[in-house]
């Protein structure tokens, strides 16, 4: 099941960005069936079929194929919220990446930030929740290129001079490539392993002139005690899920050694506390990877060999093996059943 794709908060800086008036973008509220106490609610989510509805017409208003993109040229850090706050007032731009990645869980929970080196290259990857590309292409790809945009929109900002990515790569193929070009100005690739921003190291240690060491120290301890909120509400079960998903997501390797660093606490303590909620790791992983491997089966989009790789699996044939256990059918008999449905 597909998280809830964004707050509203984002959303509105979207639609504003595809809209030129006020008469226009109540408009826009009401051919997409969203209410004005939702609109006013700053903890309202949307949820990915709404936001399909909203890019699928924005498309057909403005004829154009990447709205997201072109909303994130005029996206607003106030968007982000607490986060787009705390990235005005970091030391560097490269802080500010790694403030986004951290906590961008805030606004956004369907998309994940990774930020980390590859060589002199330091590269942003915008990943989005699995199954999401494969059910609703136009919302997805709308909402990786708005990130990218608006991400490189707001490094330009706060440095207050162009920034030029080295290169710009998509695991998909846009249906408007020199759209694409024209906005980033820098190489791109298509077809690749990841969503991502690759920059020069050096690009990134350019200072933010808004830097406030008190109110970024503030700022940060808010952010901290609101993410330890958001997961103290949840059961370590679902946290746990939650990483799996994540790590599966972005294409890192998934052990209950490296979630239990991920949640911050001991393996013996992850494994006692699984425990006291009457599931174990194993468990946990077997049903995420179901989850997902119906998911992209019923996609129509990829191989058995793809899937299996997507689920961290080092040959096919355990991935069959895994499947036929939890369905009692090979990948290949079941997926005419779920393609039925």
Known sequence: MLSAAANIGLVKDIVYGMCQTEAEIAAFWRMVGLKQEELSNPNAVVGVQMLEKIFSHASECTAAASVGLLAGRKASLSSWGAVGQLMQICPDLRTALEVLCKYHSSFTKSIYFDLFAEGELVVLQITPEQGWQDQWQVSCRNSVEYM???????LESLAKHPVIPAKVTFSYYPPQAHTLEQAFKAPL???QVGNRLYFHKKE????ISGYNLNFYKYLEQFLEEALAVH????QLSEQ???LIKCRLSTGKPVSIQLIALDAAMSLRSLQRKLELEGVTF???LDGVKKEEALCLLRSNRYSITEISDKLGYSEAAAFRKAFRKWTGESPRSYKPLLLAR
Request: aromatic share 8%.
């Open 148 to 154: 990218l945009s608006a991400t490189l929109h707001f």
């Open 189 to 191: 690739a298509f077809g």
């Open 204 to 207: 990134l240690q350019h200072s």
């Open 231 to 234: 997961t103290t509400d949840l």
């Open 240 to 242: 746990v899920c939650k």
């Open 282 to 284: 194993q468990q946990l």
